[in-house]
């Protein structure tokens, strides 16, 4: 079962309203009649505010030529957050023994 959100009126229900349903009419709902949205997931931001530091004017030489200074607020793309993997370790030949 998920729980969808009408993005507009659709059949008896209305704009706003929420429901839950089978996972296979709540996807046909939200991905193909566009009509809802799951209500059981977050929305992630396309863009967020950051207030500008040294560091950041460091890392982005650009800024420093548009003329923004440290402790302006600026908007930015929101960046998928970075998972860092553990390196991959190459498997040492295995010796092979003696019987």
Request: charged share 40%.
């Amino acid at each position: 079962m998920r729980k969808i959100t009408f993005t507009q009126d659709f059949a008896t229900k209305k704009s706003g309203e929420s429901w839950e349903c089978d996972g296979q009419l709540a996807s046909q709902l939200v991905n193909e009649e566009k009509v809802a949205e799951y209500a059981d997931e977050a929305k992630v931001a396309d863009e967020i505010e950051i207030e500008v530091t040294e560091e950041t004017l460091e890392l982005n030489p650009e800024l420093v030529q548009e003329g923004v200074k440290v402790g302006e607020t600026i908007t930015v793309a929101a960046e998928e957050p970075v998972i860092e993997e553990s390196p991959i370790e190459e498997e040492k030949p295995k010796k092979a023994s003696k019987k």
